[in-house]
């Protein structure tokens, strides 16, 4: 009994890091999520799973089992999983890819954790999210870019299009692609949390508006390579990092990163790396810095005694 009861807490662990990568704690949502990764070939939501399972060990056996008991040291290790998967694009040289990345994860995540905790920068509470998947997985895939092969995403027209793109958001967060995976993930989202998903959907229907009307054409916004990063950046702050917040700042901050995505994801595509989540990760540490450094300066001004003039002398 003490087996199974290990082994299904070790289940829980993976499918909680797998559902970190939307900011949700909730292993039934993990396992959402493996299907829709894993709807078009299974064997990507077993790299993927993989993933989160090899950095989840890693960092039980370094930082014991207090530091993975939600899942945050899982999601880097799947999305480097996801990504291996993507490039590769065969099972056996993926999941030897995602292994040694995945453990790769947890020594960056604990640096890039005391750099962001440190005296300079604590003040703006700046989240280590998805920075160790860009970092390792950009090293990674840089260093064996003769064996990496473009992925193909599913494109349309018209309205048919532009319902596709606000799914192929979704799903591209963990560079899947499709409808299904798409409804699969927003299925997901819910049942993380009505908030989560809700949000979700505003980053979605933001990007596509904001893409439209800069004339990118409904074929490239359906490829939902464009919004991703802005899903990811208003669940952030709209339903998880701002929740201290009233509704209109997180809202205001939803619809401020996700159209910051828009303009960082071009810019990031001419460099010679992977674009991955950096206009997420960038946009959000943006957005974050700029609303903690004005909150700051109010602070010290209305902590600032008001000098009162001197008496007049007669």
């Not at 909680?16 to 900011?23: A, D, H, N, W």
């Not at 300079?120 to 895939?141: K, M």
């Not at 989540?277 to 450094?293: N, Q, Y």
Request: glycine letters at 12%.
């Amino acid at each position: 009994m003490a087996s199974v009861r290990r082994l299904g807490e070790l289940v829980g662990v993976l499918l909680r890091g797998v559902s970190q990568i939307f900011f949700i704690d909730n292993p039934w949502a993990g396992g959402l999520l493996l299907v829709g990764m894993g709807w078009v070939h299974p064997w990507v939501a077993l790299v993927v799973a993989t993933g989160a399972l090899g950095q989840t060990v890693g960092a039980w056996a370094l930082l014991g089992k207090d530091a993975v008991r939600t899942g945050m040291m899982g999601y880097n290790g799947a999305l480097v999983g996801a990504a291996a998967a993507a490039a590769l694009g065969a099972p056996l040289p993926a999941l030897l890819m995602t292994v040694v990345g995945a453990l790769a994860c947890v020594p960056v995540h604990a640096i890039l954790q005391r750099v962001l905790g440190c005296r300079a920068l604590e003040w703006v509470r700046l989240p280590v999210a998805t920075a160790p998947f860009c970092l390792v997985a950009g090293v990674l895939f840089d260093l064996v870019l003769p064996l990496v092969h473009p992925g193909t995403t599913s494109t349309g027209e018209g309205a048919a299009g532009a319902v596709l793109g606000a799914f192929n958001n979704f799903s591209e967060v963990v560079l899947a692609d499709g409808l299904v995976p798409g409804l699969l993930i927003l299925a997901a989202l819910f049942v993380g949390g009505v908030r989560t998903g809700l949000f979700g959907v505003l980053g979605s229907l933001v990007a596509l508006a904001g893409a439209l009307l800069v004339g990118d054409g409904v074929a490239h916004v359906s490829s939902g390579l464009l919004g991703y990063s802005a899903v990811l950046v208003a669940i952030a702050l709209g339903a998880v990092l701002w929740n201290d917040k009233p509704l209109w700042a997180r809202l205001t901050g939803a619809v401020v990163g996700a159209a910051l995505t828009l303009a960082l994801q071009p810019l990031l595509a001419l460099l010679p790396l992977p674009v991955y989540t950096w206009p997420f990760l960038l946009s959000l540490w943006l957005v974050m810095l700029v609303v903690a450094a004005v909150t700051r300066t109010r602070r010290a001004g209305a902590d600032t005694p008001m000098r009162t003039a001197p008496a007049p002398t007669q």
